[in-house]
T-cell receptor, first 111, second 112 residues
Framework: EAAVTQSPRNKVTVTGGNVTLSCRQTNSHNYMYWYRQDTGHGLRLIHYSYGAGNLQIGDVPDGYKATRTTQEDFFLLLELASPSQTSLYFC??????????FGKGTRLTVV | DAKTTQPDSMESTEGETVHLPCSHATISGNEYIYWYRQVPLQGPEYVTHGLQQNTTNSMAFLAIASDRKSSTLILTHVSLRDAAVYHCILRVHQGGSAKLIFGEGTKLTVSS
């Protein structure tokens, strides 16, 4: 089964700090996604990518940058973290029109 | 953007069959219907997906209306392990990439 590995699993940072969330998938899937999930809400799409060097804007992109350096690696960058970005972040990957695999999530707290 | 509508919550008892409805009135012809489930503090878990025909696997049966504007996920003989939030999702193809648009999901409670 395809694996999606997120790191770190937990992160605490201060307001205004820099944070990078990492995601690696091991099956050379084309599509990769970053979502955030807040209490009482469904998953909301931040950014996604079709392949290395490709980036697409999601539904809640403000305050986030992303970079797809290789087919396997997708990073989410928070350059000036704010308390509103405290959330549970999920990375996912897939081949077109097939099952989407999710990572276990990263819990980010901005104090 | 394509969207889905699901009831906020449903309740069931162990051993019952549960029908989880989803409305997607604005679905496009090339959009797939995916179902995922999620328990607290875990990533979503794939359940099933389909385009037009009903589908079945070891986890569930997916019934898709002939006009594709609604679907129903059917869980048979539910157990306590089936308690989760069930997400009905459309797979949108836009600008050369495919993205998932999540609804709020249905929280399924299973009692013994």
């Amino acid at each position: 089964e395809a694996a999606v590995t997120q790191s770190p699993r937990n992160k605490v940072t201060v307001t205004g700090g820099n944070v990078t969330l990492s995601c690696r998938q091991t099956n050379s899937h084309n599509y990769m996604y970053w979502y955030r999930q807040d209490t009482g809400h469904g998953l909301r799409l931040i950014h996604y990518s079709y392949g290395a060097g490709n980036l697409q804007i999601g539904d809640v992109p403000d305050g986030y940058k992303a970079t797809r350096t290789t087919q396997e690696d997708f990073f989410l960058l928070l350059e000036l973290a704010s308390p509103s970005q405290t959330s549970l972040y999920f990375c996912a990957s897939s081949v077109r029109d097939t099952e989407v695999f999710f990572g276990k999530g990263t819990r980010l707290t901005v104090v | 953007d394509a969207k889905t509508t699901q009831p906020d919550s449903m309740e069931s008892t162990e051993g019952e069959t549960v029908h989880l409805p989803c409305s997607h009135a604005t679905i496009s012809g090339n959009e797939y219907i995916y179902w995922y489930r999620q328990v607290p503090l875990q990533g979503p878990e794939y359940v099933t997906h389909g385009l037009q025909q009903n589908t079945t696997n070891s986890m569930a049966f997916l019934a898709i209306a002939s006009d594709r504007k609604s679907s129903t996920l059917i869980l048979t003989h539910v157990s306590l392990r089936d308690a989760a939030v069930y997400h009905c999702i459309l797979r949108v193809h836009q600008g050369g990439s495919a993205k998932l648009i999540f609804g709020e999901g249905t929280k399924l409670t299973v009692s013994s």
